[in-house]
């Protein structure tokens, strides 16, 4: 795998990191980073980022096995 930073902590995170860590993880890091300093406590806290899941996927050759069971699983549910 790559040297990317693959853990991103919450008071590195803002909302202008939702590509990189998602919605949900990127709102939890502006709280913190702005709520913080307002003494009102939000737990520290990290993402894994998008870019380790797809390497990940690249290191264990399962791009086309993940494809697969989604196509099978949307095939299901439509049968």
Do not use: C
């Amino acid at each position: 795998m790559s040297s990317q930073r693959y853990i991103r902590w919450f008071d590195e995170i803002s909302l202008d990191d939702i590509a990189e860590v998602g919605g949900k993880t990127a709102s939890l890091g502006e709280l913190h980073s702005v709520l913080g300093p307002q003494g009102v406590r939000v737990s520290n806290g990290f993402a894994i980022t998008a870019s380790a899941y797809r390497d990940a996927l690249d290191a264990a050759t399962a791009w086309d096995e993940l494809r697969r069971l989604e196509r099978d699983r949307v095939w299901l549910k439509r049968g």
